[in-house]
């Protein structure tokens, strides 16, 4: 395709670039909106989960239960039908169940349980002798969490969020079955059920390049912070 | 300043109850340094973590700077645990901070204003002797290096205990020399009081004042380490003795030895110099009046706390007659020995 042809391909369909553009804006809303939710609640609830473990600095058998249970049941059931069994919680927080707000709830509670498991192991990374360097130094829980633990799994923590970030935009894709948009609704129902490859083939690019970047994003950030 | 009364700790492995110290007692004076000895599993380890309470004792006071750590409450323990510094066998520096930053952390948690951390934690590299390594991280030091960054963040806070758990296990002869030094440099400079545990004699030799040896969660024999070298009471303190100053036969030697005399051989002895031998100069006095020759094989002697002890492994060269009184006078001189058995 010569550069001439690229032109033409982009004058002639106008239409179809606001489309990707906008669908493309929708999948970067609901990623990163409910990937920060999702940060924001599942790395404190890793933390607990990591804390609460037997011989953990909060050891406490009973709610390490009940939270591995939680988050396992959220593990455990499909995001499609996470999607659905959530419409009336959607519709009690955004107001509808439809729309790309309305999508975010699904996908933040899908990532919040799996953030956790991923910062729990992240924090099992640290070696035990070094919150027990800080205990014998005269450090709080709090100090062991924000000084020691957090710091040191930090590398291990932004693997998690560039993971879930990646996971989410597969996630996403499945949002327009409650009418949330996104590059992968565009790519269903104008590459599939319309049979248009050249839209299947631009969506799958354009997920590519943001797949590639948000790693390659995670993986220099890691580098930074570590050095171990 | 330390003081371990009827310490007993008893771990669960399921219902099966594992007694790791029983009934421990020690008493340590403020400023020695004060080496705890014991194989491994011996439940040295154990002990030195029962002093901060890293471990509870199951019963038994554990009393710091007259202060019974046992009765503190998890607050005023954390408060308490400041004034008692502790360095490990894997140095336990945290990765991602600098050199100074992880001296700076005992003070950062006690809250010390920014600028008092920085010429403390200054000074403090100074003394161990890394003030050029302050932005470097700790993946880029060597085992030495990391043990002297952990040396002086234990000694950010101004404790008044070091306790040394293993500090030197994981280092080259050399480099636990140089960190031995370093360690009788600060109780020298600080008039700090420092346990350790270990399982080298050698780290003992070359530092303590006084010595434990513990086995199986046990306390077997304690006293000064002149003492226990040359009138050890238990084979278990023998045999850590011994283990300071092995002796193999060379294995061309082993290979021509025989149980029995023959013609032309002669006995290979080992001979072992205890703080009870008598202390003449007993080699060449042998050899001058029963008329032997003696070829000192292979031989480690040692002078701790004013004695002699060590030993040597000798072939006697002579008439079987002399070579057996020789023997029997070696012996009235309560020097221990051994016919290996004899050359050819």
Known sequence: MSFNAVITWWTENTRLIELLVDSLWETLVMVFTSGFIGFAVGIPLGVLLHLSKKNGLLENTSINKILGIVVNIGRSIPFIILLVALIPVTRFIVGSSIGTAAAIVPLTIGAIPFIARLVEGALLEVPSGLVEAAQAMGAKPMQIIKKVLLPEALPGIINAVTITLVTLVGYSAMAGTVGGGGLGDVGIRYGYQRFDATVMMITIVILVILVQMIQSLGDHLVKRVDHR | ?344
């Open chain 2, 1 to 344: 300043m330390i003081e371990i009364k009827n310490v007993n700790k008893v771990f669960y492995q399921g219902n099966k109850a594992i007694n790791a110290l029983s009934d421990i007692n020690l008493t340590i004076e403020q400023g020695t340094i004060f080496g705890v000895i014991g194989s491994s599993g011996a439940g040295k380890s154990t002990l030195i973590r029962c002093v901060n309470l890293l471990e509870r004792p199951t019963s038994g006071q554990v009393i710091v700077d007259g202060v019974d750590l046992t009765a503190l409450s998890e607050q005023e323990l954390t408060q308490t645990r400041r004034k008692i510094g502790m360095i490990f066998q894997h140095f336990n520096l945290l990765s991602s901070r600098t050199v100074f930053n992880n001296v700076a952390l005992p003070l950062e948690l006690a809250g010390v204003a920014k600028n008092k951390i920085k010429s403390k934690v200054e000074d403090l590299l100074e003394l161990v002797g890394l003030a050029d390594k302050r932005d470097v991280y700790p993946a880029n030091l060597s085992g030495g290096q990391k043990q002297r960054v952990a040396i002086a963040r234990a000694l950010a806070s101004d404790p008044k205990v070091l306790l040394c758990d293993e500090a030197t296990s994981a280092l080259d002869p050399a480099t636990t020399i140089s960190i031995l030094e370093l360690l009788r440099k600060i109780n020298e400079e600080l008039n700090l009081t420092i346990l350790l545990i270990t399982h080298e004699m050698a780290v003992v030799k070359g530092i303590c004042q006084e010595v434990a040896i513990i086995g199986d969660g046990k306390l077997v024999e304690n006293g000064t380490v002149g003492d226990i070298f040359a009138h050890p009471k238990t084979d278990l303190a023998r045999d850590f003795i011994r283990s300071t100053l092995d002796l193999s036969i060379p294995a061309d030697y082993e290979a021509r030895l025989h149980a029995t005399r023959t013609e032309n051989s002669y006995p290979l002895i080992r001979l072992e110099f205890t703080g009870a031998s008598v202390d003449a100069p007993v080699i060449s006095h042998v050899a001058r009046e029963f008329d032997i020759d003696i070829s000192i094989l292979s031989s480690n002697m040692d002078y701790v706390g004013g004695v002699k002890f060590g030993l040597m492994l000798a072939e006697f060269i002579g008439p079987e007659a002399c070579a057996n009184k020789a023997i029997q006078y070696l012996k009235e001189q309560k020097i221990e020995l051994e016919v290996l058995g004899y050359v050819i």
